[in-house]
């Protein structure tokens, strides 16, 4: 079992800049990846940015250049830096952990923050 909780969400203006921070908790060592996800009202969750456990990043076509994940393996959170932010960046932003045990693949899910981004 994995425990992720989300920080760092609220109100921007449109340019300004958010961190989000995504502490994990519990089997922390069966953790490959951790993701972020993002949702907006009337759309599908999609996903935004995506580490693995090796360090290797990918991004969505339309936050490249803009968002930038981490992690810092010593306080088991992964971090979400978002520059530039347009109004359709608004969402709730989720973190994701996907956890292998043997076979089997596991995802484990925050509660989500909220970020609004005015114009």
């Known amino acids: 079992q994995v425990r992720l909780v989300e920080s760092g969400g609220g109100l921007v203006q449109a340019g300004g800049s958010l961190r989000l921070s995504c502490a994990a908790s519990?089997?922390?060592?069966?953790?490959?990846?951790m993701n972020w996800y993002r949702q907006a009202p009337g759309k599908q969750r999609g996903l935004i940015a995506g580490?693995?456990?090796?360090?290797?990043?990918n991004y969505a076509d339309s936050v490249k250049g803009r968002f930038a994940i981490s992690r810092d393996n010593a306080k088991n959170t992964v971090y979400l830096q978002m520059n530039s932010l347009k109004p359709e960046d608004t969402a709730v932003y989720y973190c994701?952990?996907?956890?292998?045990?043997?076979?089997?693949?596991?995802?484990?899910w925050g509660q989500g923050t909220q970020v609004t981004v005015s114009s």
């Open positions: 994701n952990a996907e956890t292998y045990i043997g076979a089997r693949v596991y995802y484990f």
């Open positions: 580490i693995t456990s090796a360090g290797v990043t």
């Open positions: 519990g089997s922390i060592s069966s953790i490959n990846a």
